[in-house]
């Protein structure tokens, strides 16, 4: 990469940091361009040469965060191993993955509705691809009589939510490691469904 | 009642109904207090001999539905029965409070740092009291043997996180009546705690 685009690149980085922090403290209908222009430290009008507007910056704050815990739970969905061991490696790669991206999933959940709408889609078939990850370990687990009967994408949907709401609660820096968090929603997520 | 304070009290209620549509399909920051007013019908003057700022209105939607499902829990924790059979009565009471509230639970997801400090605490007040409900009888059902060893605190956050996650997902006049995923998520809550 040149000096430039390294620069460049650079400078993309400390724009989405600044937007991240200050939608999280403002809210997204709040926080002005100008506050990230001052955060990192150059005016408005250099903003515009990266970023298209106040939308653009959302969806910036969420690119590739999704794909990666996807890919996460795709791999320990096809791994190794029985049902029970895959959605145990799944619901950790998940809860991890909310941990670690505790910023962004709050500004998320509270500005979906302002997401441009091509955005909004993408986001939709991600959580459609995670969640059918999910129902098809569960589907798979049924069928063995490792997990108990029951309507497949209703367990995915409670799985999946007692792992997303880890975000309304977890404190960093608290009692809980992320790991020791991730282990025992792993474990409970495969209690919920055992015979 | 004389009929001034019963249409007073008819006034409010539809204000009241207007705004939660409004906050729901625009948000808080976007809502103006117009649109309340064009929506019920009278001039914008007049909303204000009933609600004094658009964070009043706000706290005046969740008025009284916490308290009512934060009671109805509260008598199922309290109730006759196993720490099984009560921990199964509050998931279900929990999960209908949930769906039978389904536009405030959003708005005040959403909306929640929009609210004036008296009413976020009081907010946070109710919560916590919801989370000592469940606690109680997990620690109550551990202690003899009904349910798993482990950390009470987080057992109560999962389960909340997983009964209050409905309200993402639910769609009212979908596959599933509030009745038949309350059932499901009662049994889903027991058996995660079953040893």
């Given amino acids: 990469m040149s000096t430039r685009l390294a620069a460049r690149a650079d400078r993309e980085r400390q724009i989405v940091a600044a937007t991240r922090l200050l939608f999280d403290e403002q809210g997204v209908q709040e926080a002005a361009i100008d506050g990230v222009a001052r955060a990192v430290g150059i005016n408005k009008a250099l903003i515009y040469r990266h970023v298209a507007s106040k939308e653009e910056l959302l969806v ?27 959605l145990s490696a799944m619901a950790r790669a998940y809860v991890l993955g909310v941990l670690r991206n505790l910023d962004s999933v709050h500004v998320y959940l509270r500005e979906e509705h302002s997401l441009p709408p091509s955005a909004l889609q993408q986001v939709h078939r991600e959580q459609k691809a995670m969640r059918d990850h999910f129902e098809r370990v569960i589907v798979e687990g049924t069928s063995r009589g490792d997990f108990v009967q029951g309507d497949p994408k209703l367990a995915a ?29 792993a474990e409970r997520a495969v209690r919920m469904l055992s015979p």
């Fill in 157 to 185: 949907l409670a799985l999946l939510g007692m792992c997303t709401w880890v975000h309304r609660w977890y404190r960093p820096r608290g009692r809980l490691t992320e790991s020791a968090v991730a282990d025992d929603f």
């Fill in 60 to 86: 910036r704050l969420f690119e590739g965060r999704t794909e990666k815990v996807l890919a996460e739970v795709a791999a320990a969905a096809s791994g190794a191993g029985s049902p029970r061991e895959r």
